[in-house]
């Protein structure tokens, strides 16, 4: 089992900037990667960026210059960083890990908060 807790997210001004911040825990050897997902109110959960072993990252056109996910693997956290946020960022934001093949198991976090409103 792996277990995900998020954190750091809140209230953002527009143009401001937030982070948040994913604890990773349990059997976590299987993991190959990591991500961050958000779900806006009436919408459909969409990918928001994805880091996986060996570094490669991909994000959502929507955020591209704009966040920056990163891993540290001595402190098994996930880090998302977002800079300039706009008021459709606001959503609530998920960590998610997935295992590599043939496991494919994915885990998710239970969500945090990001408001970018003035």
């Known amino acids: 089992q792996v277990q995900l807790v998020e954190s750091g997210g809140g209230l953002v001004q527009p143009g401001g900037s937030l982070s948040v911040s994913c604890v990773v825990s349990g059997s976590t050897l299987r993991i190959n990667a990591m991500g961050w997902y958000r779900q806006a109110s009436g919408k459909e959960r969409e990918l928001v960026a994805r880091?996986?072993?060996?570094?490669?990252?991909t994000y959502a056109e929507s955020v591209k210059g704009r966040f920056t996910i990163s891993r540290d693997n001595a402190k098994n956290t996930v880090l998302l960083q977002m800079n300039s946020v706009k008021p459709e960022d606001t959503a609530v934001y998920y960590c998610?890990?997935?295992?590599?093949?043939?496991?494919?198991?994915?885990?998710w976090g239970k969500g945090t908060l990001v408001t970018v409103s003035s």
């Open positions: 998610h890990a997935k295992e590599r093949q043939p496991y494919g198991r994915d885990y």
């Open positions: 880091i996986i072993v060996g570094g490669t990252t």
